[in-house]
């Protein structure tokens, strides 16, 4: 296993000037930019289509006269780096010009319609370069083939007697070379036998080294297009009401007053919504304000998450459905030496994307054209022909950039909605638009959730037993009750029930839960509420033992287990796993050396155990997510008065290879940030059966001020292992920052967010 530990340098990136960026993504009229057009010619384009201005070679890119390449991305550009990542993976194998390539949406109305030829186009799960690597790159390959095949027969001279490099086909013997601009249309009319193999670490040129992202030009200089930006000729807009309290509906509404704002054009009823339709979004959101509707709340009119959260912590006084077993953790509590328990609860999240929820419709006689910013733009166009009754090779989705996802756009709602009110308008394209107080009050949340925990300890304050019970309210029940017939959802108990620490007898059981909020997939999904419990509940076992954090953690996890007395756990795991020696435990415990590797990366950078000044603490968690593993050594001041400051936040990481590591170091540093957010701040509490936080005045996030130094080192397992990156720097953010809390007051913080407990020391 190797380990690098240098920090990721931004410094003398290779990448595209501006003035080449902008020369090879402008259109001739002068402002497209990634694969659709100015709003005046969006309904008569695809995103795909590149009329003259290239050749395919197959779908996924175009090379044109001038060598130019234009990559095609079928994942969901929302701050994650993908229209970089994505092409690199194609541009690695195709040996192209880096500095040619540009990007552009691949047409999900092409995948429908063309046997689903882009694979997968959903984004979520950190899934975008491990679960599209291997199929991007037999694209760049099987382009790259073509190109030389086509150069050979050019040349009547063998393939094999031809190489690539930076965008042409060289014949060394004879001293010639072509560029794949000149063999583009030659090669796309080649068949191959056979595909060619596809190139693996240590053969990688481009993969594996910092680049500047495709699309930053494009933000910086404010032209990138968002859903938000789309402008279409003779498009009206519209804002939407709908019952604060979810599964209510609308039982009357006088319009009188909206349509004597100026520019209002009409007001629209749905069963649960008010809709005011406008020459403006801004005149439409003052039509809006002058409705007094009237709501049926139903039988939810008066919950709150007061009263479920009591509901939830009663359940954790009974025995669960058991999710993970070994052993016999409730005997080996009983006679343990020491035993200790704890209770953990979260709040239900909004996901508070930047960018409110948006979507431009077009509705005509012979075609249907969305406008969004979607994680699914499939999804997308699914609910379009749905509501239409048009089949789906008439609908077509331009996605847009997304500000901010964090998992909240993966769900359609708000396109069908769109849907329903262009229905409504006729041939009049319509965009609408949710205030940020709409979509936060009817969003999709992060579940809340409930958690004990119960440990044995022996004599030396090592664990010999550990129980888990939680209650958490299920995304799964609600998406595809079918699977939840056992009582556990996955999404519920992951990093609960493959917990990481060798520990003999465990019990791991669940409560699944379910209110009439809609929740959905919050970025890292159980892990940014599990991981928080159970390394807080880790430490606290540690304390319990006289053990340092780290240390602990790394005898769990089967570091120097002379040292640690790790050879009679290890024979108490060998027979509870019916293993004939403490040898055959030894092999078993070592199917996590990862996470002992990554935690010790990350303690050694941030010098874990230096001493600090008074009021400075730090705090260490680790967790495994997506296919990577992440620990953080947070570094945290407390005043005496309570006032929290995080100053430094220490990362590592393996995620098996990497494509950019400059994006790793992006994403890890943004996934801090939006922990530390709502580990400060973030609740979504539900009072009288409605959201009660609705904008940024009551969801704090983190000022640029407020942010702390992040460093973010690898730890590279390598291998085969390619491991998502979006979501794993979230977990264990929380956790480490509550535990070095501790270490300055000496509190233990059980419930987020921190700003609710008193924090002050003497």
């Not at 002058?290 to 959260?309: C, H, I, K, R, Y």
């Amino acid at each position: 296993m190797t380990r690098e530990g240098a920090a990721t340098d931004r410094t003398n990136l290779s990448g595209l000037t501006r003035r080449a960026f902008v020369k090879a993504t402008a259109a001739a009229t002068g402002g497209l930019a990634l694969g659709f057009h100015l709003p005046a010619r969006a309904a008569a384009m695809t995103p795909w289509e590149v009329g003259e201005t290239g050749t395919e070679i197959n779908a996924w890119l175009v090379i044109a006269e001038d060598d130019t390449v234009t990559i095609r991305v079928a994942q969901s550009e929302m701050g994650e780096g993908v229209f970089t990542s994505m092409p690199m993976i194609v541009a690695e194998e195709l040996d192209c010009d880096w500095n040619q390539v540009r990007a552009e949406y691949a047409s999900a109305n092409r995948s429908v319609t063309n046997n689903r030829v882009y694979e997968r186009m959903g984004t979520g799960g950190s899934g975008a370069v491990r679960r599209s690597r291997e199929y991007l790159q037999q694209a760049g390959a099987s382009a790259r083939e073509r190109l030389r095949t086509a150069a050979a027969r050019r040349w009547n001279v063998s393939v094999d007697s031809c190489r690539t490099d930076l965008g042409k086909v060289h014949h060394d013997a004879s001293g010639r070379s072509l560029r794949y601009g000149e063999l583009a249309a030659a090669a796309a009319k080649i068949d191959l036998a056979e595909e060619p193999a596809i190139r693996t670490p240590g053969q990688f040129k481009l993969l594996g080294t910092p680049q500047k992202r495709i699309d930053a030009a494009l933000k910086v200089d404010g032209s990138a297009v968002y859903g938000i930006d789309v402008r279409v000729p003779g498009m009206v807009y519209a804002t939407v009401s709908a019952c604060p309290v979810w599964g209510g509906t609308l039982k009357s509404v006088d319009p009188a007053p909206a349509k004597t704002v100026k520019g209002v054009l009409d007001v629209l009823q749905f069963e649960d919504a008010v809709v005011v339709v406008a020459d403006s979004f801004w005149h439409a959101k003052k039509g809006l304000d002058a409705l007094a509707p009237v709501w049926d709340t139903g039988e939810n009119g008066d919950a709150s998450t007061a009263a479920w959260m009591a509901d939830f912590k009663a359940d954790l006084d009974r025995k669960g459905v058991i999710a993970a077993e070994s052993g016999d953790a409730y005997a080996a509590l009983a006679s343990a030496a020491t035993v200790i328990e704890a209770d953990y609860d979260v709040p239900y999240l909004a996901h508070l994307a930047l960018e409110p929820v948006n979507c431009t419709v077009h509705i005509q006689k012979d075609r249907v054209d969305v406008w969004t910013g979607a994680q699914n733009p499939e999804s997308v166009l699914g609910a379009a022909a749905e509501i239409t009754g048009r089949p789906p090779e008439q609908v077509h989705v331009q996605n847009c950039f997304l500000g901010g996802a964090f998992g909240r756009r993966s769900q359609p709602d708000f396109a069908r909605r769109a849907v329903e009110i262009a229905m409504r308008l006729g041939e009049t394209p319509v965009q609408v638009i949710w205030t940020r107080e709409e979509d936060t009050r009817t969003g999709h949340y992060r579940p809340m959730s409930a958690f004990r925990f119960k440990a044995g300890l022996d004599a030396d304050g090592k664990p010999v037993a550990l129980l888990n019970r939680s209650a958490t309210h299920s995304i799964l029940a609600g998406l595809r009750p079918e699977t939840v017939q056992s009582g556990l959802d996955g999404s519920s108990t992951e990093g609960l029930e493959d917990q990481p620490y060798a520990i003999e007898n465990v019990s791991v059981e669940h409560h699944l839960k379910r209110t009439h909020v809609p929740v959905w997939f919050w970025r890292s999904v159980g892990h940014s509420q599990n991981a928080f419990a159970r390394e807080c509940f880790v430490d606290e076992m540690a304390a319990a033992g006289g053990h340092d954090p780290y240390e602990f953690r790394r005898f769990l996890l089967g570091a120097d287990t002379a040292r640690l007395g790790m050879v009679k756990l290890l024979d108490r795991v060998a027979a509870a796993m019916g293993k004939g020696d403490a040898e055959s435990a030894r092999t078993w415990l070592k199917a996590h050396p990862g996470l002992l590797n990554v935690l010790e990366v990350a303690a050694e950078k941030a010098e874990w155990g230096r001493t600090l000044p008074s009021g400075t603490g730090m705090g260490i968690a680790v967790a495994e997510s997506f296919g990577s593993i992440c620990a953080q050594v947070a570094q945290v001041s407390v005043s005496r008065r309570g006032e929290v400051r995080v100053e430094r936040v220490v990362s590592a990481i393996d995620c098996g290879n990497t494509i950019n590591p400059l994006t790793i170091a992006e994403q890890i540093e943004s996934a801090v940030i939006y922990g530390l957010s709502a580990a400060l701040w973030g609740r979504s509490d539900i009072e009288n059966g409605r959201a009660a936080q609705l904008n940024f005045d009551q969801h704090r996030v983190l000022k640029m001020a407020e942010t702390p130094v992040i460093e973010t080192h690898f730890a590279l397992s390598g291998g085969d292992k390619w491991g998502g990156i979006g979501e794993p720097g979230l977990p264990p953010t929380a956790p480490a920052v509550v535990n070095a809390i501790y270490a300055v007051t000496g509190k233990r913080v059980r419930s987020l967010p921190l700003m609710q407990h008193d924090l002050s020391w003497t």
